[in-house]
């Protein structure tokens, strides 16, 4: 019927003022009004496309979905042509015959992903921390306040800029995802400010769904900076109390879903969207279903303190390996059965897969980092360290603030349809990874590195003795003379051990 821009905008409302049918995008938009006579009749058809696609008829009722696409095509004018035509719109029901292959899995591993950004944060936090030898309180307070400035300042001129969306960026759907930006905005920027998002629910998909994450690595954050400091000289029993919070954390999360049509995991494709809308806002935002990835980080730097330099046997060794990569390889493919089942799973199951899920991913976080800190994991730790990161791991968090709304309003304002294929969604994967990559630059120059010197200017205090390793060297493992240091009492706070030592032993 024509382009977007070849379409005039029709809304026709009832006597009530209530829109009934609107003509957009060349489309003709009919609301069912609940009435379930037309799906019973479409049904059969649909399940031609595939066997599970009853099974999604709940999204087509959804009010927070916009619905389904159908082609209209006359018998006495229509061709092979036309009908090819309609199937190449974009073919969503292609997302549920790619989950019928396993190695379609690994592109929903980005969920787990995110377990590995906590992770990370707890095992750099005790490592800033650890350096620490002034008052335990002093201490404590000055951290919650500089990283508040450093996670805040930059998410709102983040949101500011968006606000400037309008003047640069438009398309068919563009006023509804500002007027959604503006009204989120309005509602929860103090949820944002005391970081707290993550504990107030949105019944649709947020235009910055991803900043949950802010507020649950702030509350983890705290949580782990209280242990790490009342029981600083004690290490044991900080490794005890992260253990108990970690089995407690696991706990909770479990019993969070007992009982209710919430999944163990994120699942991307569920058969009602109120299945993994909840899940969302009601499991995996909350700090307790990534508990035990965050304090597994601190452990894992104590256990890299103590063991960092002890001599283990190679035997050992092949079998920490395989123990960490056989817990991952589970983590990852046993969801294959949730994505071609449409059917419950018994509560023991659903219990168990929530409790054990990030534990047996710890497991294989652990040892990896463990390995890598200890020049234990060969060419993986010699890549890792390569000087090429260095540069994108300083942009890494303005990219993850950008790449949510940023992948969304692409999909708002297209004028044509997409069609879901691999080729496309890769192509959309590169596209997104460049322009945040250069967006991300920007916001460092004008926010993120400004506000990084004036706030270390402020509270970094100035202290004598041996040099401490910069973050740009804890990144890369190197000096600024390109050598990789050595793993002393100087470098890292652990037993100088000559014939380990050596071997050049780095972060």
């Not at 497991?363 to 540069?391: D, H, K, M, Q």
Request: glycine fraction near 6%.
């Amino acid at each position: 019927m024509g382009a977007y821009d070849e379409c005039i905008e029709t809304v026709i409302q009832n006597e009530d003022g209530l829109e009934k049918v609107r003509a957009q995008y060349c489309n003709l938009h009919v609301q069912s009004g609940g009435d379930g006579f037309f799906l019973e009749e479409l049904l059969p058809a649909l399940e031609i496309s595939h066997k599970r696609l009853k099974s999604f008829a709940g999204y087509l009722n959804d009010k927070r979905l916009t619905g389904i696409r159908l082609g209209v095509c006359f018998i006495s004018e229509c061709t092979e042509r036309d009908l090819q035509s309609i199937v190449d719109i974009s073919r969503l029901v292609n997302a549920l015959h790619y989950f019928e292959h396993w190695h379609t899995l690994i592109v929903t591993f980005g969920y787990q992903a995110v377990d590995t950004f906590f992770f990370l944060s707890g095992f750099f936090i005790y490592f800033k921390l650890y350096k620490e030898n002034g008052n335990r309180l002093f201490v404590g307070v000055m951290a919650i306040i500089r990283r508040f400035i450093r996670v805040t300042v930059p998410t709102f001129f983040m949101i500011m800029c968006m606000y400037l969306l309008p003047l640069v960026a438009s398309g068919p759907n563009s006023k509804d995802y500002y007027s959604r930006f503006y009204k989120e905005i309005q509602d929860h920027w103090w949820d944002l400010l005391l970081l707290i998002r993550n504990w107030r629910e949105d019944a649709f998909i947020a235009t910055l769904p991803h900043l949950w994450y802010l507020s649950s690595d702030f509350q983890l954050f705290l949580v782990s900076l209280i242990v790490i400091q009342t029981f600083k000289t004690k290490k044991w029993l900080v490794t005890s109390t992260f253990a108990v919070l970690s089995l407690l954390f696991c706990a909770i999360a479990a019993w969070q879903i007992y009982g209710t049509i919430m999944t163990p995991f994120l699942v991307a494709v569920t058969p009602s969207f109120s299945t993994f809308i909840n899940t969302l806002n009601r499991y995996y935002s909350r700090p307790f279903y990534h508990g035990v990835c965050f304090f597994s980080g601190c452990v894992t730097f104590l256990m890299t303190q103590k063991y960092g330099t002890r001599k283990i046997s190679k035997v050992l060794q092949g079998a920490c390996w395989c123990l960490g990569l056989s817990c991952g390889l589970y983590c990852l493919f046993m969801k294959h059965d949730w994505y071609r089942s449409d059917g419950r799973a018994t509560e023991a199951r659903r219990m168990l897969y929530a409790f054990t899920d990030r534990i047996l991913w710890s497991i294989c976080l652990s040892w990896f980092v463990f390995a890598c800190a200890s020049n234990r994991a060969g060419p993986v730790s010699r890549f890792l360290s390569w000087e090429g990161f260095l540069p994108l791991s300083r942009l890494s968090f303005g990219v993850y603030l950008i790449h949510s709304p940023f992948f969304l309003l692409s999909s708002h304002i297209a004028r044509e349809r997409i069609f879901y294929s691999h080729y496309t969604l890769v192509s959309a994967c590169f596209s997104v990874i460049v322009w945040c990559y250069i967006l991300a630059y920007m916001m460092f120059v004008a926010c993120e590195g400004p506000i990084s010197k004036l706030e270390m200017l402020i509270f970094a205090r100035r202290k004598r003795g041996p040099p401490v390793r910069k973050i740009s060297e804890l990144a890369s493992g190197h000096n600024e003379d390109g050598r990789a240091p050595p793993f002393t009492k100087d470098t890292y706070p652990v037993p100088a051990d000559p014939a380990h030592m050596e071997k050049g032993c780095r972060l």
